[in-house]
């Protein structure tokens, strides 16, 4: 078995099909779509930090969140998130509004151009990861599909999908 897509790609990791070899390839994979996510990311007119893109989506989850909130999904202090949300402003990506009955407290929400930023950058995702699944034969796509069902599925310790139950495409 051989390391993917690192400087050792000719060194031999380890031989076999067991879960320790599958898992090396799958953590290159994983490298690998890591940073096609990432330039997919920066791409495009605005660029964010993954921060930046963190503490938004964060908001698009939870929509009318407040900073603690906010500070405590990003595992940061209150001073950071802050900063980060006066540059989020500072740039028309979320809105600050006072919380209609606690009158100290601040709600955090995306604007309009801030939902958009998100939307474009996931179309950029989807279309960079489409060109790479393209390049591959539908049976290797319907393979790579049945692989992740199962694995989703034993990491979640629910049952495995039939063996006809998956899209051929």
Known sequence: MTHLGGPRDDQVRDSGDGPE???????DAVERLTNLWTLAAQQGPL?????QLRALRALESSPG??????AERLETGLPTASRLCDRLEAAG???????P???????????P??????????????QALAMALARMGSAERAALRRGM??????QDGGTLPAAGSVDEE
Request: hydrophobic share 45%; charged share 30%.
């Open 93 to 99: 990506l979320l809105e600050r509004a006072l919380h």
């Open 149 to 154: 069902r199962a694995y989703l599925a034993a």
């Open 113 to 126: 151009h801030g939902r958009n930023v998100l939307d474009d950058i996931a179309e950029r995702r989807s």
């Open 47 to 51: 660029r964010l930090s993954q921060h």
């Open 65 to 70: 969140l407040n900073l603690t909130g906010l």
């Open 21 to 27: 070899a599958l898992a090396l390839e799958i953590a």
């Open 101 to 111: 009955e606690r009158r100290r407290e601040v709600r955090l929400a995306l604007t």
